[in-house]
T-cell receptor, first 114, second 116 residues
Framework: DSGVTQTPKHLITATGQRVTLRCSPR?????VYWYQQSLDQGLQFLIQ???????AKGNILERFSAQQFPDLHSELNLSSLELGDSALYFC?????????????FGAGSRLTVL | GESVGLHLPTLSVQEGDNSIINCAYS??????FIWYKQESGKGPQFIID?????DKRQGQRVTVLLNKTVKHLSLQIAATQPGDSAVYFC???????????????FGSGTQLTVLP
């Protein structure tokens, strides 16, 4: 157990729908990162939050959004889902705001869009 | 944009042999590198890291070598065991000039299979 908790583990939904993925960082970590892992793209950085504020943005689609709450948990919202959004979504956490740290990853949420 | 890639998508080794997983990076400004291991059904797990002011760093059964001249990174696993079977990713980061936070850029991964 890495200490980073992600729910749900698996999610199956239809195109056009909206889903929310949840992440609780490791105790003491202030930064949360979201990554998307698909078969043909590897691990793609989506977005980072540090202590409630957006710190960096990667290749995140406009249909996707995220936030980090005062208790430091984070949610990734995916809307108007398309087949190509099917992927593993990983959350990672670290103590500081710098991306030059060792990130601790959760087990991921597998999203299947039918 | 800048990218990190791996030379070999798959690697099979006999149990007990040494494994070498290679990684090429294209951003000469990258100054920090990390190797991650991802087992089936799990998230990536930190193995070892190295900063650009070093050429070599050793951990338990693993060694990372950095050749900045040719922008090449390798992970050596000694006495490979069945539990080493996984996908291995290299990741690099550099200080962005935009003022935003550094981020890790991951390579595409190498599947290591340990044969009995």
């Amino acid at each position: 157990d890495s200490g980073v908790t992600q729910t749900p583990k698996h999610l199956i939904t239809a195109t056009g729908q909206r889903v929310t993925l949840r992440c609780s960082p490791r105790s003491g970590d202030l930064s949360v990162y979201w990554y998307q892992q698909s078969l043909d793209q590897g691990l793609q950085f989506l977005i980072q939050y540090y202590n409630g504020e957006e710190r960096a943005k990667g290749n995140i689609l406009e249909r996707f959004s995220a936030q980090q709450f005062p208790d430091l948990h984070s949610e990734l919202n995916l809307s108007s889902l398309e087949l190509g959004d099917s992927a593993l979504y990983f959350c990672a956490s670290s103590q500081t705001s710098s991306g030059a740290n060792v990130l601790t990853f959760g087990a991921g949420s597998r999203l299947t869009v039918l | 944009g800048e990218s990190v890639g791996l030379h070999l998508p798959t690697l099979s080794v006999q149990e007990g042999d040494n494994s070498i997983i290679n990684c090429a990076y294209s951003n000469s400004a990258s100054d920090y590198f990390i190797w991650y291991k991802q087992e089936s059904g799990k998230g990536p797990q930190f193995i070892i890291d190295i900063r650009s002011n070093m050429d070599k760093r050793q951990g338990q059964r693993v060694t990372v070598l950095l050749n900045k001249t040719v922008k090449h990174l390798s992970l050596q696993i000694a006495a490979t065991q069945p539990g080493d079977s996984a996908v291995y990713f290299c990741a690099e980061t550099y200080h962005p000039y935009s003022g935003s936070a550094r981020q890790l850029t991951f390579g595409s991964g190498t599947q290591l299979t340990v044969l009995p």
